[in-house]
């Protein structure tokens, strides 16, 4: 039986329109994760805090795909 807790998240996002725009600064993504969205590339946010990906999400500045 598989173990649950070692799944590695495979969730990638993409920035939306409105992400250059609200986004001038990186918040409190890394700076390569903040340079991929500007140039519209799919990121692995699972080391970013919850409480920023909520706001991109939320905001419809970024989302999964």
Do not use: C, W
């Amino acid at each position: 039986m598989a173990n649950s807790s070692n799944k590695v998240s495979k969730d990638t996002y993409k920035a939306m329109d409105g992400y250059k725009v609200f986004m001038s600064n990186r918040g409190l993504l890394s700076e390569s994760q903040h340079k991929k969205l500007l140039k519209g590339e799919s990121v692995d946010l699972k080391d970013a805090p919850d409480k920023q990906l909520q706001y991109l999400l939320v905001n419809n500045l970024i989302k999964k795909v």
